[in-house]
């Protein structure tokens, strides 16, 4: 204590000096400057008790409640900055089903009468137009404001477009084959058509991809259908994938049609005359008929021929499509002629001339020195090209007077449309639905009940003389359930997956409890058989699913609940 006395007398004594010094290097002040120095402090100092930095609520004021952690605690399968994950891959409209022509109860009906459905797979070369054609059927049948859009008039700073060129078909739903362009996964659409005479069907379609790549969704595809509608474009012809798709298709015994697409491009790209545009697609039929030709265990019935009735012409992209017995109701109808549009139709294809003045049709191009045209070329190109000329080449006065000539009634704005548009929406409303399309599938696609017996003898692998094969062969809805997998599909979020197979026997429901057989199943060994319970059933329209409590024989039907043990196609019974 004398030592800290000490030292506090010198510390003031100096104080007071350095005082001194200061005044009188300055001069004499009014007043004198009193300084206080504080001593420093020796008494010991806890080191839990010093404080370095200010309190939480000297910084953030009282009321505040301020939470410190010493230790991570956040997992280390959780990343400190999570990734953006998207929950939704896939366009789903299941919760708002869109408006159709036909009620959905009606389209369910349907499918429970096999005579009345036609399971049908879309093939083709890649970018020849199949989910295009696709649309076609859709559009006709569903309320799609994509589809009625017209894009605006173009101008010399803006590229013309295509007719209606929407960013994505009807069919393209995963985000992937909207960021590529192109199908990636075979995709089933359901809807009812009617044909020319009115009548309604059930289509089972399927869209499958063009790029070789994926020729095992075609496949897939294959084994669910009866029929494959083959798609050309006709420009391009048969292609390398237009080859697979049909080798595939006779492998599997199915029928097949033909559309030719895209046959505006013969007049607005390859601006060819009738004449020539007539042999450009009879030599595409031919391609496609020495393609069947080269395949095994083929036949003369399997030839396609616009007068057989199981080839159609189209244009997606301006939303029609014909056949020569379609396209001669029209005559028939107009003009009231005293004939059948078939017998018509037979003669609006090959080597047939029409000779305006006798009226008559003949096998001889020139008789008397007459010129004769064609009956193809009279009949069905001359009017389709005038109608492309005109509606470009003419001004709305003259166009609105040929329109109405033609029953074609547009409204004002209407002729204020980009031309293409403009043709389209001319092209749509002289067509009509593709009733022609409709006709060629019915008649030359068997139909689940007709095909029955050869998809069984085919596919099914047991013995053909029980009481399943016999159910399977008669499409049998009363039979033993037997449901044929082949297609996997997951939800719009990835979070489970849902299967899609063909019914050959029985009706399956939601709550029933199913055997599911696995690929390496056998009758003497059931390790590759699970138990399940269905879930839910539904029928896959692409966009969206119609919920059903279940369906029979013949239909195709999607599945929740039996996914567990299916790895890649799978066969579902009955537990008895």
């Not at 017995?325 to 549009?341: H, I, K, L, N």
């Not at 008789?367 to 509606?391: T, W």
């Not at 690929?519 to 966009?543: H, I, K, N, Q």
Request: aromatic share 8%; charged share 25%.
């Amino acid at each position: 204590l004398a030592t800290s006395s000490e030292e506090e007398s010198e510390v003031e004594h100096d104080v007071e000096e350095a005082g001194s010094d200061h005044s009188e290097d300055e001069g004499p002040g009014p007043m004198a400057m009193e300084l206080r120095v504080e001593a420093p402090q020796t008494q010991i100092v806890l080191h839990e008790d010093k404080q370095y930095y200010p309190d939480a609520e000297d910084v953030f004021g009282p009321g505040v409640e301020a939470l410190v952690q010493e230790e991570d605690t956040q997992p280390l399968t959780e990343p400190i900055v999570a990734p953006i994950t998207e929950r939704k891959f896939q366009v789903d409209e299941s919760a708002q089903l869109p408006d159709t022509m036909y009620t959905k109860e009606f389209l369910v009906d349907l499918l429970g009468h096999p005579n009345m459905v036609r399971n049908i797979a879309l093939g083709g070369h890649l970018h020849h137009g199949k989910t295009a054609l696709l649309d076609v059927l859709v559009a006709a049948t569903h309320s799609w404001p994509e589809w009625d859009a017209a894009t605006p008039i173009a101008t010399p700073t803006t590229k013309m477009r295509q007719p209606n060129e929407r960013a994505f078909g009807y069919t393209d739903v995963h985000r992937l084959e909207r960021q590529r362009g192109i199908g990636l996964k075979s995709m089933p659409m359901s809807l009812v058509a009617q044909n020319t005479k009115g009548k309604s069907y059930a289509l089972n379609i399927m869209d499958t991809p063009g790029h070789a790549n994926f020729i095992d969704e075609v496949t897939a595809a294959l084994r669910l259908a009866d029929g494959v509608v083959v798609v050309v474009d006709a420009v391009e012809g048969v292609m390398s994938g237009t080859e697979r798709v049909i080798r595939a298709a006779v492998r599997e015994g199915l029928g097949i049609t033909l559309v030719i697409n895209k046959v505006d491009r013969l007049i607005l790209e390859l601006k060819l005359p009738p004449e020539d545009a007539y042999i450009k697609l009879k030599h595409t039929v031919e391609e496609v008929n020495n393609t069947i030709a080269t395949c095994p265990h083929t036949d003369a019935s399997m030839r396609v021929s616009p007068e057989l009735g199981n080839v159609c012409f189209a244009s997606a992209s301006f939303g029609w499509c014909f056949s020569l017995e379609s396209f001669a109701a029209r005559y028939v109808d107009t003009w009231q002629m005293p004939v059948a549009p078939k017998e018509l139709a037979r003669r609006l294809w090959g080597d047939v001339y029409y000779h305006a003045e006798r009226r008559t049709f003949m096998r001889r191009r020139a008789p008397d020195g007459k010129q004769a045209v064609r009956s193809f070329v009279h009949f069905v190109l001359e009017p389709l090209y005038k109608i492309f000329a005109q509606v470009v080449g003419e001004d709305e006065p003259q166009l609105r007077t040929t329109l109405n000539a033609l029953g074609i009634r547009l409204r004002k704005a209407d002729y204020a449309m980009n031309a293409r548009d403009l043709l389209r929406r001319v092209l749509c409303h002289f067509f009509g639905p593709p009733t022609g399309l409709v006709d060629m599938c019915v008649a030359h696609i068997k139909s689940p009940a007709a095909n029955a017996r050869a998809k069984t003898e085919h596919l099914y692998t047991g013995q053909m003389d029980g009481a399943t094969a016999v159910a399977m062969r008669t499409c049998d809805a009363d039979g033993p359930l037997v449901v044929s997998v082949a297609k996997q599909y997951p939800s719009s979020d990835a979070s489970q997956f849902y299967v899609l197979g063909r019914i050959f026997s029985g009706h399956i429901s939601v709550g029933q409890k199913v055997r599911v057989l696995g690929e390496a199943y056998a009758p003497g060994d059931d390790e590759d058989m699970a138990l399940a319970t269905v879930s839910d059933a539904w029928v896959y329209c692409s966009r969206y699913r119609i919920p059903v409590s279940g369906l029979g024989a013949g239909s195709w039907v999607l599945l929740s609940g039996v996914d567990a043990s299916i790895a890649k196609t799978a066969t579902i019974v009955d537990t008895s």
